[in-house]
Nanobody, 110 residues
């Protein structure tokens, strides 16, 4: 099982980014998958999860701004992030079970 995240970067407050997570070694279509993040000096925080085709959940701080989705044909997971805030600055990881990737850094600042 391997997960490789990409799509992070530096963006101004109010901006948008889409994170991608390419999976191998398993099929994402039937997997419960999540995005988590870790800001400097803080604990790992659960951000969003997806089960099946349409069942999603989000932590309160990102509801209405972030959207988790997957592309079964590409065996990939995504996180669309809109209206980004400085407090969204963190390293973002996708997770399947106990496996997570190396992460991708998101920095929101002026």
């Amino acid at each position: 099982v391997q997960l490789v995240e990409s799509g992070g970067g530096a963006v101004q407050p109010g901006g948008s980014l889409t994170l991608s997570c390419a999976a191998s070694g398993f099929t994402v279509s039937n997997a419960f998958m999540t995005w988590v993040r870790q800001a400097p000096g803080k604990e790992l925080e659960w951000v969003a999860g997806i089960q099946g085709s349409h069942t999603t959940a989000y932590t309160d701080s990102v509801k209405g701004r972030f959207t988790i989705s997957r592309d079964n044909a590409k065996n990939s997971l995504y996180l669309q992030m809109n209206s980004l805030k400085s407090e969204d600055t963190a390293r973002y990881f996708c997770k399947f079970g106990t496996t997570r990737g190396q992460g991708t850094q998101v920095t929101v600042s002026n």
